[in-house]
Nanobody, 128 residues
Framework: QVQLVESGGGLVQAGDSLRLSCAAS????????MGWFRQAPGKEREFVAA????????YYADSVKGRFTISRDNARNTVYLQMNSLKPEDTAVYYC?????????????????????WGQGTQVTVSS
């Protein structure tokens, strides 16, 4: 079992930065690919970023590339999403997710169906 708890969301202005954290429980967290997804009102949940178990490879949606950075600290069982130059269209509930079915995978999946553990989400609101 893996439990994920996101934090760090809030209300900011366009151009500001936020750092989201996802604290994970479970002994094997460090072996799982991890991802961040988001869901805006009336829209489907979409991929934002993903990172391999080692942190050696990262993947981003085109809409956030160059502005967001995913990272992980396996010693602290935490995954981060640094979000810079935020735009109103980044407004959404942000979820972290773990792919426990693919330990030590050489890549990190970018589709939500591959992830089997999810946090409760944290709201990010960007005003113009």
């Amino acid at each position: 079992q893996v439990q994920l708890v996101e934090s760090g969301g809030g209300l900011v202005q366009a151009g500001d930065s936020l750092r989201l954290s996802c604290a994970a429980s479970g002994r094997t967290f460090s072996s799982y690919p991890m991802g961040w997804f988001r869901q805006a009102p009336g829209k489907e949940r979409e991929f934002v970023a993903a990172i391999t178990w080692s942190g050696g490879s990262t993947y981003y949606a085109d809409s956030v590339k160059g502005r967001f950075t995913i990272s992980r600290d396996n010693a602290r069982n935490t995954v981060y999403l640094q979000m810079n130059s935020l735009k109103p269209e980044d407004t959404a509930v942000y979820y972290c997710a773990a792919d426990s079915a693919h330990e030590y995978l050489w890549y990190a999946p970018v589709v939500l169906e591959e992830y089997d553990y999810w946090g409760q989400g944290t709201q990010v609101t960007v005003s113009s």
